[in-house]
């Protein structure tokens, strides 16, 4: 890349950046209410994010062959088992991931 594409990118970035932070306030001002399916979005996506993250990481399990997705289920347990204490998305998420890079790596 030449200087002055670099210099382009880079400035294309931080407009991308800068408009995803600022427009939801321009949108969205501090006076008005906010929008009923701005709150049902903030409800709903959380849970299907996640729902998402739990097909695709379960997609290529097979249980016909190799650990026969052992390693997968304990870490769904451990991923179950965390949120359901703690209730923290990123501390369940967490868990389970070392919990199944630990037993793929050591056990399996």
Same mark, same amino acid.
């Given at each position: 890349?030449?200087?002055?594409?670099?210099?382009?990118?880079?400035?294309?970035?931080?407009? %991308?950046?800068?408009?995803? !932070?600022?427009? *939801?306030?321009?949108?969205?001002?501090?006076?008005?209410?906010? *929008?009923?399916?701005?709150?049902?979005?903030?409800?709903?996506?959380?849970?299907? &994010?996640?729902?998402?993250?739990?097909?695709?990481?379960?997609?290529?399990?097979?249980?016909? =062959?190799?650990? !026969?997705?052992? *390693?997968?289920?304990?870490?769904? %347990?451990?991923? &179950?088992?965390?949120? $359901?204490? !703690? $209730?923290?998305?990123?501390?369940?998420? =967490? %868990?389970?991931? =070392?919990?199944?890079?630990?037993?793929?790596?050591?056990?399996?």
């Amino acid at each position: 890349m030449t200087f002055t594409e670099q210099m382009i990118t880079i400035g294309m970035v931080v407009l %991308g950046t800068v408009l995803t !932070r600022f427009l *939801p306030f321009l949108i969205f001002p501090a006076g008005k209410p906010t *929008p009923r399916y701005v709150w049902y979005l903030g409800k709903v996506l959380p849970p299907a &994010v996640f729902g998402l993250l739990v097909v695709y990481c379960l997609k290529n399990v097979s249980l016909f =062959a190799g650990s !026969r997705g052992v *390693p997968e289920i304990v870490s769904i %347990g451990v991923v &179950v088992g965390l949120h $359901r204490w !703690r $209730r923290q998305m990123l501390v369940s998420i =967490a %868990g389970g991931t =070392a919990c199944y890079m630990l037993l793929v790596q050591v056990v399996f």
